[in-house]
Nanobody
Framework: QVQPVESGGGLVQTGDSLRLLCTVSHYMFSKYAMGWFRQAPGKEREFVSAIDWRGTTTYYSDFAEGRFSISRDNNKNTVSLQMDNLRPEDTAVYYC????????????????????????WGRGTQVSVSS
């Protein structure tokens, strides 16, 4: 069973940083692409960032570009999301997800922006940013 488990959420102030961690206790972790999505109250879940299986290619939403950074450690079965300069609009539940499609092919470069590309989901961690 592939079960991502998120941690690291919390309550911070505008401009602060948080580092989210996702752990997947499965021997196939290094073969999965990993992603982060978020869902704010009353809104649909949206793409935040993703990383391919080897960690060589990363993807960011417009709002995450330049403020968030995704990385992975295949030796520790973890993927991290470093979030800097947080804003109140970043308040949401953040979900970690794993995709069997370990890289995005040339004909589908936006593969990971869609939730449908991901097969396994964590339960989420709350991030709250006060103004």
């Amino acid at each position: 069973q592939v079960q991502p488990v998120e941690s690291g959420g919390g309550l911070v102030q505008t401009g602060d940083s948080l580092r989210l961690l996702c752990t997947v206790s499965h021997y196939m972790f290094s073969k999965y692409a990993m992603g982060w999505f978020r869902q704010a109250p009353g809104k649909e879940r949206e793409f935040v960032s993703a990383i391919d299986w080897r960690g060589t290619t990363t993807y960011y939403s417009d709002f995450a570009e330049g403020r968030f950074s995704i990385s992975r450690d295949n030796n520790k079965n973890t993927v991290s999301l470093q979030m800097d300069n947080l804003r109140p609009e970043d308040t949401a539940v953040y979900y970690c997800a794993a995709s069997r499609q370990h890289y995005a092919p040339a004909h589908s470069p936006n593969l990971y922006y869609s939730q449908s590309a991901f097969d396994f989901w964590g339960r989420g961690t709350q991030v709250s940013v006060s103004s």
